[in-house]
């Protein structure tokens, strides 16, 4: 969480959430994109979540990240209510491996859309937000091009790695 | 829809499920049991759907039936802002042939519960709110009672008809 | 168990099934709502799997609550002989992570309804229950109310600890 | 249906079911086994199918081939009230392909098999109940015996014409 | 297995299939059926699967249980070179749950049934070979007709049980 | 198609996907997003797709949307080489309806993330590509408001046609 | 069919399957290899199914595609007795969607692998022989870089196409 | 790997798919065909992999065995962009158990095939290639061929010991 003002929310159902989606928290910060954290439940808080999707334009969020699990309603029931883009991320319960929740999240009907990412796949819900932003941020762009350079610079290197442990077993 | 004051809410998220819908009304109609009808969308009108939660019980309803298909948010977040039994009617769309909507009206999380139905049993729904209201009144339970001889009877005219059939060849 | 005149039986074929279904009970308590525990089996004891359904309204209860996996059987059997609503739970086993106890419950034909909850949600069976009887009880509908509430205070109180955390790191 | 003393118990919950089931009669026809047709429900008809199970060795019947849909609990049942090898067919509905129907029948618990043929299977169960019969009847064996030759006569007839009608262009 | 003349077997595609195979053999061993166990692999030992199947009626036995995992093919294939009942019980690998090894049995093409139990079903594979020969030999008939009354007691003293356990807490 | 510079990519790997992906570019219309239409196969131009990625984020786009169908590459692709936002459209195919064109979408690795919308969610890409320029284009961001407004007064009026049909039955 | 020696053999389970497989000797056509197509059932024709397997290599084939459907053990079945590589066609039945006939297909056990391709894939089934063929074979290699280069034209006259279309409104 | 010219590339997304994709590599040692081991992956490295993929026929590889995990795309790109056959090998990730794997590697659209094998199947894969190879040398077919009578062996062998054990107590 960062002082300056947050461009982006990061919500979740539950705090046990947090295990899950704290990996969108440090891709924002990798990127230095400034971010608030909050539990908002679309079924135990729903006039509280409406209200943070209400409020949210308004507050200088550009994006809103959402996790839930099961019959996950938080990232569709808070693009209800913004204009903002909300990413959903299916955070995978006990049972069914997060496919009840990438139903839950996907399957919106026409009108109001949720962008969403893998089961558990918050790391990649953080990088989404961040090239949202860097559709109008040129130095954030930047950034993002010279992480996918690093990325494949990491693969280059793993490439060499495996090959130099098959040629010289111990 | 009957000019008494409805015991039954049965809601929707469009006009288009209504052909599904209809049969829980008919079931309604055929216990002599007053409802209303309402196109409230979770998506669509979040204020309007949560308003229509909060008022639910204070208006005398005792059950709510909401159908919804895909990332089915109706029931679950209506049962989130109503003390009232919730009845889910997963609605099957054109693709996925209704797993989407079962899971996400059935996968609630602990503390909000939702009564779910089979793919398209509106009638079933109906049939249930029927019987929670006869849980607590003996003149609807009694013909519950009187509806399961029914069908009994209706089987076992049919077990006659098909054998009279296969027994008398044309 | 409580030694009042129940009104809720919470029904489940093996006693296996129990460390699952106590939380159906342990709702029920929360809300003051007397029932009864009892293990009946659709496959192992049909007979007496259908006097149990017969004689449940007779002897008072409201609401039935049964568990049961695999290919489960035992809600929508007892339902076919009771007027009563059933609620579903189910139970999920080693294999296939519930989903065969899931369809197995929930896509019941026309006729015979059954309440379904998710897999392995017992604690919402007892909510519903609770939720049924408090249809025509408005003591126990307030009481559902103020759970609901509290519902909320938990969720702001674990949304202040992860700010606090987040904020505060050690 | 025949007027000997049937030896295989050919039921199913609906008269609806019977499109998909003949094709078990007509397997029966096929090698002379004498059978019964009856529309039995679990769910409509609890009590009733109970006693059918309950009678169906003593009435001389030697394998019972049950047809449900959706919720499918005829077979199972069936087979918790009778020592008789019990054949189950998954019945597909409108919605859910069958899956359902199938998992039903074919995950049931330790102590009640059910031989659980293919979705819409109809014809095998006919088959695999002869197959039964012919445990303990050689005239019956040597006729599936036969029969097995016939499926082979069959394929040979039907690569014969395919390769015909490719090397003969019209 | 038994030194008297077998009237079962018992086949797998692998010794690591035998942990969940052997259970199918502790049933037949409470009925006192005499069965041979044997690894036969439709896909390593092809003709040799063929060879078993051939001479399995001429042999004396009367049912055959084959357990396969993944594209399981054991239970069809021998089958298919076999007039008696083949009893296909679906072992569970390490991915998939054991629905790859449930298709690839129960959805035999017409003319080749196979009576498939639950994922790893194989103590109802065993009861299911039981009740077939039970079909044509009342001894085993009344055994079966026994063994299901036990299970209704142990089910009786279950519930006992849990009872006891809910009204005196330690 | 406009004359103005494109600010989203429509692409899609066949003009067989036209009739699908059509409604993205119909939701673009409605707020006046210039964007361009093009056919780019992952499978079939594999460079070319890498020259469009690549280049596209230079030529002034601001988002890409794409949709593909089975083993659906093309979102992901083409995401693996631009730094723009990529929302990607599961095209469902002949069998399987859409679940493997939604998986291979969503399932992204972590580093490069796509935006992925429902089974044959084209409108929603398309509405989705209008938050995130809205994001930074507080006109935009209004238009989309509005469009929110308008969904709710389109419910409204479902709603009094509904209730209007019901209580004057022709 | 042609009248070369075949390099690939095409089988099938019954003629019924033809109008799925027959794309794959239409592709076999395009690349003028000699193939020759039969019926051939693992189920029905157990040995002869055999005999064709261990045959083939010997008489002169390379490649053998294999086409079945449900619980599909003909690709398998034949590769357990050949060493020649098999491609499995999932060929989809009324019920499923293919899926019980590609798990069928594709989850082989280790030492027996059999080339998968999509369900109802039989035209990439006939590319892959090619490119089978193709790897000791130059000639072949480069009529399929040729397809290659084709359909990459071929894409890029659908591209021209479709902007023709949209800029051209008639 | 080997110092003679390669003849299979095994190639990966990254490094942790090693431990799934070494039992490829074991096979090949088995049959003494030479291969080289790269990471290369689709989505970090999309030039780098399209690279390896044009170049790989010219640089004497005759076959690619690709695996992959999630939304699996290097099988199907590479395949995109060289005329050898590849191999594609589903890696189960931790969600979904590699359902979303074998989906996105073998619904290839026509005109690129992808040879699948089973979920984590790299063994089989290893040996499908060497099949492949087989097409065109003697030798190794008979290597193959040796093989599978080994595979027969083993079979008899665990047949021999799971008899003796089971006659042999302790």
Known sequence: MTE???RVGVIMGSDSDWPV????????????????????????????MLS?????????????????GGAAHLPGMVASATPLPVIGVPVPLKHLDGMDSLLSIVQMPAGIPVATVSVAGA?????????????ADPDLRAKMEAFQVDL?????????????KLTHPE
């Not at 989606?21 to 509280?48: C, I, K, N, Q, W």
């Not at 990649?124 to 860097?134: E, H």
């Open 4 to 6: 300056q003002q947050p």
């Open 21 to 48: 989606m704290e990996a969108a928290t440090a891709a924002l910060d990798e990127f230095g994109v400034p971010y608030e954290v909050r539990v908002v439940s679309a079924h135990r808080t729903p006039h509280g």
């Open 52 to 68: 943070y999707a209400d409020s949210a334009a308004g507050r200088g969020l550009q994006a809103i990240i959402a996790g839930a």
């Open 123 to 135: 790391r990649n819900a953080g990088l989404l937000a961040v090239r949202i932003l860097a559709a």
């Open 152 to 164: 494949e610079r990491m693969v280059a290197q793993k490439d060499a790695n495996l090959r130099y």
